[in-house]
Nanobody, 127 residues
Framework: QVQLVESGGGLVQAGGSLRLSCAAS????????MGWFRQAPGREREFVAA????????YYADSVKGRFTISRDNAKNTVYLQMNTLKPEDPAVYYC????????????????????WGQGTQVTVSS
């Protein structure tokens, strides 16, 4: 089993920045692929970003490309999401996800590709 705990959410003005963290514990060998998803009220959960174990493969949703940066520190078993230039459409609960599969299958944007999920952290953007 893997436990994921997100932190770093909060309230920020439009145009501002936040950095989310996700700390993994337990069987961290099963965190080959890690990702961030988000879910806004009344909407389905959507893919945000994903990163492979070696950080050699990184993917972003078009809506965040150029504004968000995903990274990971395997020594700390932590994945980060640096969010810059936050927009009114970015508020959501952001979830960290992890799984033992590599991202090479191309299914990194599908939530059933990940076996473990955090509890989520709220991001609110004020205009």
């Amino acid at each position: 089993q893997v436990q994921l705990v997100e932190s770093g959410g909060g309230l920020v003005q439009a145009g501002g920045s936040l950095r989310l963290s996700c700390a993994a514990s337990g069987r961290t060998s099963s965190t080959n692929g890690m990702g961030w998803f988000r879910q806004a009220p009344g909407r389905e959960r959507e893919f945000v970003a994903a990163i492979s174990w070696s950080s050699s493969s990184i993917y972003y949703a078009d809506s965040v490309k150029g504004r968000f940066t995903i990274s990971r520190d395997n020594a700390k078993n932590t994945v980060y999401l640096q969010m810059n230039t936050l927009k009114p459409e970015d508020p959501a609960v952001y979830y960290c996800a992890a799984g033992p599969r590599s991202l090479d299958s191309g299914r990194f944007y599908q939530d059933d590709e990940y076996d473990y999920w955090g509890q989520g952290t709220q991001v609110t953007v004020s205009s």
